[in-house]
């Protein structure tokens, strides 16, 4: 059997840090994987476009205040090349926001004033710090409670005048109208408990009276949850907005009849929700609480935030992204110093590129390989065996694609350096495989071989006691969610 030398096996107190992120430092390699994909992504949906039909452009206002989609080239209105601000001239002027509560998608119960839960007054067009904010309880009736709806609907007017349609003070022109769901449907979040394998009915009587560590997965049912802040925005500038701007700030622009100016971009901001702050509405919740936040922005902070947003779920939809992770990198946008994250985020891409070029030298390395000398044909066992693990133990723990994937092209680039240092053949009896050297093995490489398995000889002295001593501290002390985790766990733990 022929030796042939390989990188270290990777530790395996890394995988947690795959798993989890690794931190600021793996969000921040994760941000830059998120921008080179972006770009790919909107590249390839730019190419493509053109067979899946025209992109929805602007929506076009018309005369009965309804906002259809409308492709421009269907509208009959030449695009123009920018877009001029309709309410421009009328910055600083002051308005009201009017928000109601109803079970249905559109809203007329304008003369019912419990459907009113919000009302702010004097609100200064175009003053992005003119913030404001109140605090809430909803009583949620029996058919939110099982499943149900719940929208908010919200009318931004000119001081003075009415949302209701049939009001001789509503003008529709300058009332501007967006909807929100509020009742967030997700796939239910299953339990999976873990347990300890060996306790026993001991255990069980514990699990009746105390929680239950769990970690929380999803199933296929839909159900509905609740997220407490409602931050309602709007973006009016007395600037023009090209025509070109990108799809997913179109699908936000609103156009006067005319095709030529447009609307204040009146919003729901929902870009800081994470999955961790929702939690599930059945029939033992009676009230929610609510924080109704007043939050005008720039153009500029909203085409970030919707440019982002887009990448974020492109991502999942192409490539499979975990929302979990799209949850780390707004936490971390959230509470790290801006300073601190742009020197960690260059750091960063270096390692990554120092990443890909060490990769790149070490297959280039084993494609040239054409002696055995100095190499460890055990150590590329141990790497292939230490990589399998590692890529079950992320399997088992639903770990996310790009991930899985990385792991899996490391797992094979190993197993491919055991095709270059030996011949894999058949036989009839155990193990039913024999290796053969690939190359004739020399008097350094027979030396070396010696040395080797000696090395492992003692090393297995060493190794065996303790992965007993640990097999057994982590089946007594320890919760798996069942034997096939343990043994993963086990095996990636120590």
């Known amino acids: 059997m022929a030796d042939a030398g390989a990188a270290p096996a990777p530790a395996a107190n890394n995988v947690q840090q795959q798993q989890d992120g690794g931190g600021m430092w793996g969000i921040a390699q994760t941000i830059g994987r998120f921008a080179l994909m972006y770009y790919g992504m909107q590249w390839l949906k730019g190419s493509y476009s053109g067979k899946t039909g025209t992109p929805a452009g602007p929506s076009i206002k018309s005369a009965d205040g309804s906002s259809p989609p409308i492709p421009q080239a269907q509208a009959g209105i030449p695009k123009p090349a920018q877009y001029l601000p309709l309410w421009g001239r009328d910055l600083g002027s002051l308005l009201d926001l009017h928000v109601y509560l109803s079970p249905e998608d559109e809203f007329d119960s304008f003369g019912d004033v419990s459907k009113l839960i919000w009302k702010q007054q004097n609100i200064v067009l175009g003053d992005t710090k003119d913030m404001r904010w109140e605090e809430m309880e909803l009583p949620l009736s029996s058919e939110v409670q099982r499943n149900g709806s719940?929208?908010?609907?919200?009318?931004?007017?000119?001081?003075?005048?009415?949302?209701?349609?049939?009001?001789?003070?509503?003008?529709?022109?300058?009332?501007?109208?967006?909807?929100?769901?509020?009742?967030?449907?997700?796939?239910?979040?299953?339990?999976?408990?873990?347990?300890?394998?060996?306790?026993g009915s001991k255990d069980d009587e514990k699990a009746e009276t105390e929680p239950v560590p769990a970690t929380m997965e999803e199933d296929d049912r839909w159900v509905s949850y609740w997220w407490r802040n409602l931050t309602i925005s709007l973006v009016a500038e007395s600037s023009a907005i090209p025509s070109s701007i990108p799809p997913p700030i179109q699908q936000h622009l609103e156009l006067a009849e005319d095709g030529l100016h447009y609307y204040p971009i009146f919003y729901t901001d929902d870009f800081w929700m994470l999955s961790d702050q929702l939690y599930p509405i059945n029939e033992t919740v009676k009230a929610v609480n609510l924080t109704l936040k007043w939050e005008p922005k720039s153009f500029w902070y909203f085409q970030t935030l919707t440019m982002m947003d887009d990448s974020f779920k492109t991502q999942v939809s192409m490539m499979g992204q975990d929302a979990r992770e799209h949850d780390q990198i707004k936490s971390m946008f959230a509470e790290t110093n801006p300073i601190l994250l742009a020197v960690t985020f260059a750091v960063s891409m270096l390692h990554s590129l120092f990443d890909f070029l060490a990769f790149k030298n070490d297959i280039s390395f084993w494609r040239n390989k054409k002696d055995m000398e100095g190499m460890s044909f055990r150590t590329i066992v141990l790497n292939v065996i230490t990589q399998l693990i590692i890529f079950l133990y992320l399997l088992d723990n639903d770990t996310s694609w790009m991930i899985l994937i990385s792991n899996g092209i490391g797992l094979l680039i190993e197993a491919w350096k055991i095709n270059k240092t030996v011949i894999v053949q058949r036989k009839d009896t155990f193990p039913f495989f024999d290796l053969i050297d690939k190359y004739p093995p020399s008097k350094l490489t027979r030396k070396t071989r010696k040395y080797d398995q000696m090395a492992f000889k003692y090393l297995s002295y060493a190794l065996i006691p303790l992965l007993s001593g640990y097999t057994i501290y982590s089946v007594y002390y320890e919760e798996h969610k069942g034997w096939y985790s343990f043994i993963v766990g086990t095996l990636v733990g120590f």
Request: hydrophobic residues 30%; proline residues 4%.
């Open 150 to 199: 719940l929208y908010a609907h919200m009318y931004l007017t000119r001081h003075g005048q009415s949302p209701n349609p049939v009001a001789k003070s509503y003008v529709e022109e300058q009332t501007l109208y967006c909807n929100k769901l509020l009742t967030r449907y997700q796939k239910r979040r299953k339990v999976v408990i873990k347990k300890n394998l060996v306790a």
